[in-house]
């Protein structure tokens, strides 16, 4: 059974910093990209970052491209999405799932986690 636990969401000011983790079991981890997506109150789900642990390759949204950083730790099932120079629009909540990770973004299997919140204040 597939299992997403996300976390290391909070409240934060315009320009801080966060760091969120998502910790996933119930698969071969190397086999599949790990996608973080968010959802804005009132939005649409939208694919953020992705990272295909097998050869490194990550995916950026245009929207936070120089502003995010994605990483894996295939020994933990780990992925990090390292969050800087935040802003109000970066406001919602994060989930992670594995899926597939291309040029055209994360595309999710459909397992999800239950997200982490993240509200950027101005």
């Known amino acids: 059974e597939v299992h997403i636990v996300e976390s290391g969401g909070g409240l934060v000011q315009a320009g801080g910093s966060l760091r969120l983790s998502c910790a996933a079991s119930?698969?071969?981890?190397?086999?599949?990209?790990i996608g973080w997506f968010r959802q804005a109150p009132g939005k649409e789900r939208e694919g953020v970052s992705c990272i295909n642990s097998s050869d490194g390759f990550t995916y950026y949204a245009d929207s936070v491209k120089g502003r995010f950083t994605i990483s894996s730790d295939n020994t933990e099932k780990t992925v990090y999405l390292d969050m800087n120079s935040l802003k109000p629009d970066d406001t919602g909540v994060y989930y992670c799932a594995p899926g597939l990770c291309s040029d055209y973004g994360p595309l999710s299997v459909g397992s999800w986690g239950q997200g982490t919140h993240v509200n950027v204040s101005s």
């Open positions: 119930g698969f071969i981890f190397d086999d599949y990209g």
